[in-house]
């Protein structure tokens, strides 16, 4: 009776998406499903937590069942207007936040999957260099005008992480793990307190870096590597926007007399900050991880992630940077390269002393049913991921297995990992808290081809100009075009290369060598 | 002017000891075991140099981490440096070290570089039952510190063999719930190791010479912030007051009274004038009375302020002793942690009212509106649900206050309705806005909560804790007050009763609990 006044009720309100949340539905579903039974002959979307978000506490599932709702109708449209305009579009596939692709059907139930899905597309196409390149653990950086994403990538897989916040909401679903930063070229440096602090205010892009000469006067991360002469005033950016080295001068020299230091040490000092901020998100992401990040290799990409690499990994102890093909347009290849794929997982509360392998592959066997029906594939490879803890902690470790999973294996693995994380483990009873599960179609055939159209036999600099690595004075450093750099050729530091998108410094204790695919490598030298 | 240092080095210094303390505060909610840590995160971090002067600091509970700028300091003075070897954590709960009640316990952690003492993590948890009459050990008829649980003077809990098993026991032999409060201490164990890691990583970085002379004018730049902070109040002495609604055993207000001060570049809070100690659990310690004072001056100095020991240095904070906030060291104190400090806070903002009423908000919720339901599950354990219940903001000169969040000095979240149905024998019959309870104004107060739990099982004890019942949320420049805090206990025969702020009771199955938070009070004329 409750259920036909409510249909009512959002009958005559005349909304197009419904939200529907029930307590507890995440352990059983039957209610909301009879209810979005109902509601589908008044509304064209309806949304039901379960789906949506099948884990425990109410608000966060509720909030993220109002935000797929809340979408649901943009992405329906959009993908009816694919669909009557483009031939074939029932094929396309999305790229969504766990960092694979899923049919348009599968997006069209859960288009909040496909929230923050940029940023892990660029994580994406880090994975297939570091395929490409046999490296274990690496770290991206992505970054960009305002922010920085950071993402740590574990044996060949980018970090999932259960929730993450949007627009003050929280969503938790499973996505890549990339953490951002207000760290970019556009980050202000100001004094505080006799400190130089660096962001996360920012310029932005308007009225931008002082020397873009769009207004803007505060000094940025942009004028310091203009000043250090990293960038090179005399090339238009790709937007057209010309840098004036005067201004940028003028703005550094501003805070350098606030400061009491000269301007080269000031900007020297912009740089070393912003880096330690990013380093700090760094740390975040690899301590927390219980990865130690030093041998890590650094992935950079974006506008200014190839400029700043070679420095951060110095002050990190990192020996080794890839500045990958395309790096300027890195997520739209991760678009291009990422597997397709799909991941869930749903509540188990199981505890080791009342352990049900039966009750595990059931549930195991309903997500998998749910994923299935979308890809329509047949050579499918499983993944599964256990989430485990204590009795009476509410936060799990991630404990990879193979299915079917041992109770013996798996506290064993759980008890190690926890020790590894947290320095100590006990034999107490421990319980599966969740289960994820995640459905790939193995790599699809794409090969990227090579970059270069333009090497020359003999590789000649297009400039050599002053650049500051140190403030005790400035080195003649060599300017190339990194069209012209032919897999193999090796250039030891300092140089400076550039492309219509980007710039890669390579400091003077660092070497580079362009590799097979475009890819370059910078290693620190052996040590002199 | 602070000694010269290099500012880049300094700030990169800064950037790594503030992501230390947090990355505490992270790894006790990961591994600890009590809903109270995991899900409320009843908690907070600090790091401290080798006199105990507060570094940094997580963003976690301010009355926590006002208090732990004394812990240090003040447990040096009983635990004499040379018995201090790596690899120890000390665990202390009384209130005179440097402390606030008894459930919030500290972990302390001597940290060495090339065998020299140079700095300290500490890793303060609420323990969800520290012993004592009651579980959950809110004793509200406490006449003496003594019925309120475990004391524990400094002791060693870990060395760097390990766990020292004896003392861990004597420890959990005398509270409820050893099962659960094993795994805390080991959390807050792990937190303190975590903070090791990262100092020796920062020594190794930039040496200890240079890590200990930042750490020291870190201190400086903060004193020299808060002068400045200082110098642009209003010359001039302000006073104000605010009242407990009562101790819990009279049914009479209490006053907590300040004088303030602000000279050229100092400033003095003066409390003398406040009421005597209760007789009931609402005293408390002057380090809250300086934890306030503290945050009432990051409120109005703005958030840029680095919080550390240096901050202080220019406040001067005077408590009586025999009075509410510097109680005999017998008397109860359990209450006055959360309560109390807030009757601090609210009295330092309503003398300044008259100077500074642009840059205040009206009265909130400010009072944990604490109800503990402690009970014994169907294996004989015991279960505490610790559950903290916000209120409406009161409102600012520019905006209306926001419904139902936690104010000031605490910044506990709740418990969802989920966890709570799954792990213990209650149920939540409904969680709502109490429309109409913020107060009229210009600008509006926030409404309150109403939420009504009924409860499943036998022998499940209530405590209160909670203030704004008696004295509601006031209003600023003529805004109305927020309604008052009200809860009520329907029995099972349907005799309805209401429950007092500070009250132990038995519950029974079928029982209802209906807790009405309080509204915030109005800005302005309506």
């Keep these: 009776v409750d259920l036909e006044r409510a249909v009512e009720a959002i009958r005559r309100l005349n909304v197009s998406s419904v939200a529907v949340a029930l307590l507890h539905a995440y352990a059983n579903p039957e209610h909301e499903l009879i209810i979005g039974k109902r509601l589908s002959s008044v509304v064209p979307y309806v949304s039901l937590s379960h789906q949506v978000n099948p884990e425990e506490r109410e608000y966060e599932r509720t909030s993220a069942t109002a935000l797929n709702a809340a979408v649901m109708p943009v992405i329906g449209e959009y993908l009816d207007k694919l669909d009557r305009e483009v031939p074939k579009s029932a094929n396309f596939h999305f790229f969504h936040s766990a960092g694979g692709m899923a049919s348009a059907a599968a997006m069209r139930d859960r288009p909040l999957a496909l929230a923050l899905s940029g940023p892990a597309a660029g994580a994406a196409a880090a994975q297939r260099v570091t395929r490409d390149l046999a490296l274990d653990n690496a770290l991206t950086l992505d970054m960009g005008g305002t922010t920085t994403d950071v993402c740590l990538i574990r044996n060949g897989k980018p970090e999932i992480q259960r929730e993450a916040i949007l627009a003050d909401q929280p969503i938790r679903q499973p996505m890549v793990a990339v953490k951002s930063i207000g760290a970019g070229g556009g980050s202000l440096a100001y004094v505080e307190a006799g400190m130089l602090r660096v962001g996360p205010r920012s310029a932005g892009a308007s009225p931008g870096p002082a020397c873009y000469g769009l207004g803007g006067t505060a000094p940025t991360v942009t004028d310091a590597n203009l000043l250090l002469g990293y960038l090179d005033a005399t090339r238009p950016l790709a937007d057209g926007v010309r840098l004036d080295a005067r201004l940028a001068e003028a703005a550094i020299g501003r805070l350098a007399g606030e400061l009491g230091l000269g301007p080269i040490e000031t900007a020297l000092g912009i740089l070393r900050i912003a880096n330690a901020n990013m380093l700090q998100a760094i740390r975040n992401i690899t301590v927390d991880r219980g990865i130690d990040g030093r041998r890590c290799t650094l992935v950079a990409f974006g506008g200014a992630g190839p400029l700043h690499a070679a420095a951060l990994a110095r002050e990190f102890g990192i020996r080794q940077v890839v500045v990958p093909a395309y790096s300027s347009a890195y997520s739209a290849l991760g678009c291009a390269v990422a597997d397709l794929s799909y991941t869930q997982q749903c509540t188990v509360r199981m505890s080791s002393s009342v352990w049900s392998a039966d009750r595990l592959a059931r549930l195991r066997d309903n997500l998998l049913t749910g994923m299935m029906p979308h890809g329509g594939a047949t050579d499918v490879a499983i993944e599964d991921t256990a989430l485990i803890r204590y009795v009476g902690q509410s936060y799990s470790v991630e404990v990879p297995y193979r299915f079917p999973a041992a109770v013996d294996t798996l506290g064993h693995d759980f008890r190690t990992l926890h020790q590894q994380l947290y320095a100590f483990a006990t034999d107490e009873d421990w319980q599966v808290e969740a289960i994820r599960v995640t459905a790939s179609v193995a790599e699809r055939p794409f090969a990227l081809r090579p970059t270069s159209h333009d090497h020359r036999s003999t590789l000649a600099p297009r400039s050599t100009q002053p650049c500051w690595f140190g403030a005790d004075g400035a080195v003649a450093t060599p300017r190339y075009c990194r069209d012209e750099i032919a897999p193999g050729t090796r250039i030891a530091g300092p140089a400076i290369l550039e492309d219509e998108w980007s710039t890669v410094t390579v400091p003077p204790e660092m070497a580079l060598e362009a590799a097979v695919g475009g890819h370059l490598v910078l290693t620190r030298e052996a040590t002199r | ?526």
């Design chain 2, 1 to 526: 002017m602070s000694r010269p240092f290099d500012p880049v080095t300094l700030e990169v210094i800064r950037g790594a000891l503030t992501a230390a303390a947090e990355e505490m505060s992270l790894v006790v909610m990961r591994s600890a075991r009590s809903p109270l840590l995991r899900e409320a995160g009843d908690l907070s971090s600090a790091i401290t140099d080798a006199r105990g002067e507060m570094i940094a600091q997580g963003r976690d509970i301010p009355m926590h981490l006002g208090v732990m700028c004394f812990t240090v300091k003040e447990f040096l003075k009983r635990v004499e440096p040379r018995r201090l070897v790596p690899g120890d954590v000390w665990f202390v709960n009384l209130p005179e070290i440097g402390g606030n009640h008894l459930p919030d316990v500290k972990a302390i952690r001597p940290i060495f570089a090339g065998g020299e003492l140079f700095a300290f993590a500490v890793s303060l948890a609420h323990w969800a039952d520290i012993g004592g009459a009651v579980p959950g050990s809110y004793y509200t008829s406490a006449t003496d510190i003594w019925q309120e649980g475990l004391r524990i003077s400094p002791t060693r809990l870990f060395t760097d063999g390990g766990p020292d098993l004896e003392k861990l026991d004597l420890v959990l032999a005398n509270l409820r719930g050893a099962p659960e409060r094993r795994g805390d201490i080991y959390a807050q164990m792990a937190a303190t190791r975590s903070a090791e890691h990262r100092l020796h990583d920062l020594v190794v970085e930039h040496g200890l010479a240079t890590l200990k002379a930042a750490m020291a004018v870190l201190q400086d730049r903060s004193e020299e912030q808060m002068r400045a902070a200082i110098r642009a109040m209003p010359r001039g002495v302000f006073t104000g007051e605010d009242f407990l609604d009562d101790d819990g055993i009279h049914d009479r207000p209490i006053a907590v009274r300040v004088r303030i001060t602000f000279s050229a570049s100092d400033a003095c809070f003066d409390f003398s004038t406040s009421d005597d100690a209760a007789d009931g659990p609402v005293n408390t310690t002057p380090f809250i009375a300086a934890a306030g004072v503290f945050y009432a001056m990051k409120c109005l100095a703005g958030e840029d302020l680095q919080p550390n020991g240096g901050a202080l240095r220019p406040l001067k904070v005077v408590t009586r002793p025999g009075s509410v906030l510097e109680p005999p060291p017998t008397r109860p104190v359990v209450g006055g942690n959360h309560e109390t400090s807030q009757r601090v806070v609210d009295a330092i903002f309503r003398a300044l009212e008259p100077v500074l009423a642009d840059r205040l908000t009206a009265g909130g919720p400010t009072t944990s509106g604490l109800l503990l339901f402690g009970m014994r599950r169907s294996d004989g354990s015991w279960a505490t649900l610790y559950e903290t219940h916000g209120g409406g903001e009161g409102a600012r000169a520019d905006r209306d206050g926001l419904p139902v969040v936690r104010v000031h000095m605490s910044n506990v979240m709740n418990t969802p309705a989920e966890v709570i149905e799954a792990e213990y024998p209650i149920e939540i019959l409904r969680q709502e806005l109490r429309r109409g309870s913020g107060g009229a104004g210009a600008h509006r107060g926030g409404d309150g909560l109403t939420r009504e739990y009924r409860i499943l099982g036998d022998g499940v004890s209530l405590t209160s804790m909670f203030e704004r019942r008696v004295v509601p949320p006031y209003g600023l420049q003529g805004g109305a007050p927020g309604a008052p805090f009200r809860v009520m206990l329907v029995r099972g025969d349907g005799q309805t009763v209401e429950v007092k702020g500070k009250v132990n009771l038995q519950l029974a199955k079928g029982d209802r609990v209906i807790l009405e938070s309080c509204g915030g009070g109005g800005y302005g004329r309506p």
